[in-house]
């Protein structure tokens, strides 16, 4: 079945670099997707990544990904206090759009 | 450009009341998505709509649950009669496609409590 995991919690120090890790089971999945969800507010997307690769660069965010292992990764470098966040991973099993998503981590990121 | 709204932002009500939500998309976007997100989860999907023909609804409770997007634009979900475990956060979005990847960007959401 479709299922999509995440550690809960992670607390960092400002400056530091923050991984966040997440396994999927579906193998079918074309994209995989990291959104950032600030308190009382809805999910920003932050970057996605096509399944044939393995990494994607966007400024301070690096995406990871072994299909083999289906694990994905979010590394954030340089992390600030206003990274302070809960990160969902997600793909999509299908063609039609369909996110299944991971139950978010919480990043606290100390001064 | 404006993202999507949804309103009210919060509501509480008293259990076996009628609730309605409202999203409008972003101008173009002509996929829409409603989910559910309990307290500290990620997001379900309920129903998903390709212009006005809903294509999705297997997971929306159809006992007390439904939606509907007329004019292939915005959208009401509505509950009818709400339980206490309808409290949740229920997100609006609507998707965009950049090359293959479908993008979804999400409203606010609307917090409802059951009481």
């Known amino acids: 079945g479709e299922d999509v995991e995440q550690s809960l919690f992670l607390s960092v120090r400002e400056g530091d670099s923050s991984v966040i890790n997440c396994t999927y089971t579906?193998?079918?999945?074309?994209?995989l997707y990291w959104y950032k969800q600030e308190p009382g507010a809805g999910l920003q997307l932050l970057t996605y990544?096509?399944?044939?690769?393995d990494m994607k660069q966007d400024q301070r965010l690096t995406v990871l990904l072994n299909k083999k292992d289906k694990h994905l990764s979010l590394r954030i470098a340089d992390t600030q206090t206003g990274d302070s966040a809960i990160y969902f991973c997600?793909?999509?099993?299908?063609?039609?759009?369909?996110?299944?998503f991971g139950q978010g981590t919480e990043l606290s990121v100390k001064p | 450009e404006a993202g999507v709204v949804q309103s009210p932002r919060y509501k509480i009500i008293e259990k076996k009341q009628p609730v309605a939500f409202w999203c409008n998309p972003i101008?173009?976007?002509?996929?829409l998505y409603w989910y559910l997100q309990n307290l500290g989860q990620g997001p379900e999907l309920l129903i998903r709509?390709?212009?006005?023909?809903?294509?999705?609804d297997s997971q929306l409770p159809k006992d007390r649950f439904s939606a509907e997007r007329l004019k292939g634009v915005d959208s009401t979900l509505k509950i009818q009669p709400a339980e206490l475990g309808d409290s949740a956060v229920y997100l609006c979005?609507?998707?965009?496609?950049?090359?293959?990847?479908?993008?979804?960007?999400f409203g606010p959401g609307t917090r409802l409590l059951v009481l």
């Open positions: 979005a609507s998707s965009l496609r950049l090359g293959e990847a479908e993008t979804q960007y």
């Open positions: 579906d193998s079918s999945s074309t994209y």
């Open positions: 990544i096509f399944s044939n690769m």
């Open positions: 997600a793909e999509t099993p299908d063609q039609g759009g369909k996110l299944i």
């Open positions: 101008s173009g976007h002509n996929t």
């Open positions: 709509y390709e212009n006005e023909e809903a294509v999705d």
